[in-house]
C-alpha cells in the first residue's frame, strides 16, 4: 500500500468515491462464482468520466494496477484483482444514465455502468429494442459487455455486442480521453480504433460510455421447445427453421437431457416439458414487429413440417406469453441449477456450426480416456456455433475434484476444439480462467500484434494485469 498515492486518491476524488477499509474493500475482491479471490488497497467508484480519468493519471503516475469492474458476473475472473494488495478496483455501477435514446437515428447513448436489463427496458419503452440479451442482463453492465464482447441468446438474428456498438468513449490508462462516442452509421476515416476496446477486458482502458443501435421492438414472439434425439437432428432442424423463417429466427439454444434434469432438480417451480425424456432439446424463439397470427402459423408450419420430416420427435408451442416464460426459464436456469450442483468446469467454445454433432461426439470419447464418469452438461447458442460444454464431478465423487481435475479436463476439451478449427472462448473471453490455454492455442504472430497494441495503449502494464495478455 502506497499512502502517498492513496491520500493523493482520496484527495482529488473525495472520500465518497475512494474506499479504503479494508472490510468494505473485501465485498469487491471475489468473482459471482467465487472461484477467484484477490487483493486490493482501494475500490475506486468514480460518478463521471472526468473522474475516471483523474483516477486513471494517478494510478500510471504510481504505477498501480487498476482492475475495471462492471457488474462482475464474467465467468472468467477478469474482474477479480490478482493478489496483489497494490491493486486498485475501479467500479463503473455510478456512472448508470442514460445519455440519449433517438428513435429516428435508432440510437441509445448510455453510461458504461448502466445496467443492461435497464438499457434494454428504456429502449422498449421507446418502442425500440436493445437486442443484447444475456441471462445476466440484470446484473452485468453495458461497459462490461462491451469489454467482453458479449453474445447471448439473440446472436443468431444481430450479432454479438461488437455488431451493435457505433461509438465509445473511453479513458487510456494516462488520462487521456478516447472521444469516440459517435452514432453515424458510416464512418470510413482509417483504423477503426473503438474496435480495440470491444473485447479487451479492461486491459486498454476504461469504458466510460457507448454508442448503441437499436432495433424496432420485436413486438410479437413466438416460442417452441422442439425435443430431438440427437445434435445432429439439431443442426438439421437449424437448417429447416432457418430457410423457412430468414431474419426471423431471434434464438436458436440447444441443451441436453441431462441439463433438463439438472434443472428440474435444481430449481424449484419447474415442470418436465414432455411426457417422455428426449436426447436433447431445441427452443427456438421468432419475432417480429407485427402480425402475431402469422408468426405463430409460421412457427406451428415449419414444427410441423419437423415433425413429418423426422426432424424433431416432439413439440411444445407457447401459446401465451407465460408458457413462453417458462420454455424459456428451462434454458435459462441452466447456470443457476449448475451453480447448486456444485463446481462445474466451463468451457465457452464455438465451432464450425456443421461439426457441432461430431464434436459432441469425439470430445465425449476423448473425454472419457481421461475421466470415465465425469458428468457433461451441453447447452448453448446452437445457431451461433456455440456451446457451453461443462463437465462436473462423477456421482459420488466430493467437491474437490473440479479443483484437481480442471487443467486435465480443460486440455482435452480445448485439444478437440483445436483440432475443428474452433475457439476455446466463444463469448466470455480469457480472463485469468483461460489465459494459459489462449496463450497455448492463439496464433504467436497475433499474440505478438496484441502485445505491441498494449504497449502502445498502456505502456506502464497497470491496466488489469494477469487477465488476458
Ligand atoms: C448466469 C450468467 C449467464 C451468462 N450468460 C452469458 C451469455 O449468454 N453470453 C455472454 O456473452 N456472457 C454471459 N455471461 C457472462 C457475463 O455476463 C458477460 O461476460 C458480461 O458481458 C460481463 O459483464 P459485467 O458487467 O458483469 O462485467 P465484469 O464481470 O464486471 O467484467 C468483465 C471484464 O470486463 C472488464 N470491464 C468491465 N467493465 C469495464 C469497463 N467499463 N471498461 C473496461 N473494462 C471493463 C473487467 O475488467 C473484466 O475483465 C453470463 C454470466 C452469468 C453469471
Partial sequence: MNQEFLDKLVQTLGKDTVIVEPAEVEPWLTDWRGVYKGGAQAVVRPASTRQVADCLRLCNEYRVPVVPRGG????????????????????????????????????????????????????QDAGRMLPLSLAAEDSSQIGGNIATNAGGVNVVRYGMARELVLGIEAVLPNGDIFNGLQTLRKDNTGYDLKQLFIGSEGTLGVVTGVALKLYPSAQVRSVVLAAVNSPRQALELLRLVYGA??????????????????????????????????????????????DEAALQALLEDVIGRALEQGLCQDAAVS?????????????????????????????????????????????????????PDCR????????????????????????????????RIADTVFAEVAEYGGSI???????????????????????????????????????????LL
Wanted: with cysteine; glycine share 8%.
Fill in 425 to 467: 472462448s466463444a463469448e466470455h473471453g480469457i480472463g485469468q480462467l483461460k489465459r494459459h490455454a489462449f496463450h497455448h492455442h492463439k496464433d504467436s504472430m497475433q499474440i505478438r500484434l496484441m502485445l505491441q497494441i498494449k504497449q502502445i495503449f498502456d505502456p506502464n502494464s497497470i491496466m488489469n494485469p494477469g487477465k
Fill in 245 to 290: 423463417c430468414g431474419a426471423r429466427l431471434q434464438a436458436f439454444e440447444f441443451f441436453t437431457d441431462e441439463c433438463l434434469s439438472l434443472v428440474l432438480a435444481q430449481v424449484e417451480g419447474m415442470q418436465q416439458p414432455f411426457d417422455e425424456r428426449h436426447g436433447g432439446y431445441v427452443l427456438i424463439e421468432l419475432a417480429d414487429t407485427a
Fill in 319 to 371: 401459446a401465451s406469453l407465460a408458457q413462453l416464460q417458462a420454455l424459456w426459464r428451462l434454458r435459462e436456469e441452466i447456470s443457476e441449477a449448475q451453480r447448486a450442483d456444485g463446481p462445474h468446469l466451463k468451457h465457452d467454445i464455438s465451432l464450425p456450426i456443421e461439426r457441432i454433432p461430431e464434436f459432441i461426439e469425439t470430445a465425449e470419447r476423448r473425454l472419457r480416456t481421461v475421466s
Fill in 376 to 407: 457433461l452438461f451441453i447447452f448453448g447458442h446452437f445457431g451461433d456455433g456455440n456451446l457451453h460444454y461443462n463437465v462436473s464431478r462423477p456421482e459420488g465423487a466430493d467437491k474437490g475434484w473440479a479443483k484437481e481435475w480442471e487443467g
Fill in 72 to 123: 462482475n458476473t464474467g465467468l472468467c475472473g477478469g474482474a477479480t484483482p490478482d493478489a496483489s494488495p497494490a491493486n486498485v478496483v475501479l467500479s463503473l455501477d455510478r456512472m448508470n444514465s442514460i445519455r440519449s435514446i433517438d428513435t429516428i437515428a435508432n440510437t441509445l447513448v448510455a453510461d458504461a455502468g448502466c445496467i443492461l436489463g435497464n438499457l434494454r427496458r428504456a429502449a
